[in-house]
């Protein structure tokens, strides 16, 4: 990240503010719901979980990164993005660019820029770029030039993203994301998700954004949403072998 933000620098100059997730100091998530049922505000961290939120919300850009742990995303990344499952449900960041980084000593980096790209995604993020490295091989020359050539190119790409500022068009598994969430949300009546989808007119839409959709994916995402509707209503769903 701090490579990244170095090339950034060097491109145009950007005021970056790191957050280290361990100095939060916040507990585990206990999976109350109060941010769900209630709003954002009812989370018993939200002290530290707010202001972390306002920051987020005024950046133009987002960077998400975690070293890799077990093959995956480190506790403490999860427990933080856990913090943030409201978010999913009422997103807001559109328009808003993102790049995801993971450092390993050898491998997983994909299960974790998979994790947190598609976060990113959920928040309403474009993610631009992703990043991995692997700590192991940060002393050796070929290494080290191949990693600043892709930092190299993410800054660029960032940068690049956040000055034209136009919303991204969605992929396919973006849409079916968008339908998963908006076939939930009709069966919210009378909760803050729902009152969010309403006022945004999202519960009829075919994505939250009004941004060109490649039509095929369009129709295959419409048809899909319909039969997992069905489905829910008639119990139809079978548990997960
Ligand atoms: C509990 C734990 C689990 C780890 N699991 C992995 C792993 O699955 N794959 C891997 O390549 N590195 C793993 N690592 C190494 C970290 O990714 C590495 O320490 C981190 O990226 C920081 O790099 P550095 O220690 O060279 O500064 C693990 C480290 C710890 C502490």
Not at 211 to 234: D, E, F, Q, S
Request: aromatic content about 10%; overall charge positive; proline content about 5%.
């Amino acid at each position: 990240m701090r490579i990244i933000e170095a090339k950034m620098q060097a491109i145009h100059p950007v005021d970056v503010e790191y957050i280290f997730v361990q100095r939060l100091n916040i507990p585990f998530c206990d999976g109350c719901l109060e941010c769900i049922n209630i709003g954002e505000s009812s989370c018993p961290e939200y002290a530290t979980i707010g202001p972390v939120a306002q920051k987020m919300d005024e950046a133009d850009g987002l960077m998400l990164g975690s070293p890799i742990h077990t093959f995956n995303i480190t506790g403490l990344m999860k427990n933080f993005v856990e913090y943030f499952m409201y978010k999913r449900n009422r997103p807001s960041f559109f328009g808003k660019k993102a790049v995801v980084t993971a450092t390993a000593s050898g491998g997983g980096h994909t299960v974790v820029l998979d994790f947190l790209e598609q976060t990113a995604n959920a928040w309403g993020c474009d993610v631009v770029a992703r990043a991995g490295i692997s700590s192991t091989q940060t002393k050796k020359p070929k290494y080290i030039e191949r990693m600043h050539e892709v930092a190299e190119d993410v800054a660029q790409t960032f940068v690049t993203e956040i000055r034209k500022g136009e919303l991204g068009s969605p992929k396919f598994r973006h849409l079916m994301n968008f339908r998963a969430m908006q076939n939930m949300t009709r069966n919210q009546q009378g909760s803050p998700n729902h009152r969010y989808w309403v006022e945004r007119d999202w519960l009829d839409a075919e994505y939250y954004t009004k941004v060109p959709i490649n039509p095929l994916a369009r129709l295959m995402a419409g048809y899909i949403a319909r039969k997992m509707r069905k489905g829910i209503r008639k119990g139809n769903q079978k548990p997960y072998r």
